[in-house]
């Protein structure tokens, strides 16, 4: 069975967020990668058809829809946008608010593993190593010497490269266009809970110079809603990683 396609849903609620808040939704559309768009699940839910277990379930088809139709609304309304970017909204950083408000049963992090890749909660988590901001590849271009080019777009937890060219029917040896190399800032700290430490990673508003940010540093407990992620270490352990979406101070 085929998932559903929520992007029409998106599309009006970024109508509604616009004509309540059409400065960040400007804003995102001129810098996907340096600002950011906030979505509430209570009224995405109230609005359109999007049901909170989907969004629990699919998070990747419920984001990708969320950026697909943002990239519409931006073009329908002919936005400003990115002079010199041709690489879309991929990978703008879509925050999740209110998902511990909908109806539906709260989302809690049981276990990484069986939970990984679905929204999750992280209660009375206790920062024991401070966000680190640092400057990391959102879009990377590899070229190869017949001049094709393939995009690789980088998860903010996860970095790769290919060694031959994407293009069907050559397998030339690439080379990375440093040229079109699109960057972005992500934060890494690691929270305590009671039964498991585990490391987190953030992007848009959480790792900037924004409150939002100073609040993952010197809040005395967070509760973080986010997407469990297993990613394999170079010894091949797999361990989760918390892609926050969200961080309130406890």
Known sequence: MSEPDHSD???RYWETVYEDDHVQVERAAEDPLGRWVTASLQ???????????????RPDATFGAAREAFASFVADRDLDRPATDDYG????PVHLEGVRRSTDPPFDLQDPVDDANTVAHVTNARV????????????????CPLGHETTLRQSIHRSWTIDTCGEPDCSNEVVLD?????????ATFTVKTASRTLKCVATGKYAGRTDEARLLGEADALHLTGIPRLI????????????VLEAEAR
């Open 9 to 11: 849903d998106w599309y």
């Open 43 to 57: 009224d995405l839910v109230e609005e359109t058809d999007v049901d909170a277990v989907t969004v629990r379930d």
């Open 89 to 92: 909204y991929e990978v703008l």
């Open 128 to 143: 024991t190593e401070p966000p680190r901001g640092r400057t990391r590849a959102a879009v990377l271009t590899c070229r």
């Open 178 to 186: 440093d040229t079109r190399t699109r960057r972005r800032r992500v």
């Open 232 to 243: 394999a270490n170079e010894d091949g352990v797999v361990k989760p990683v918390f892609v």
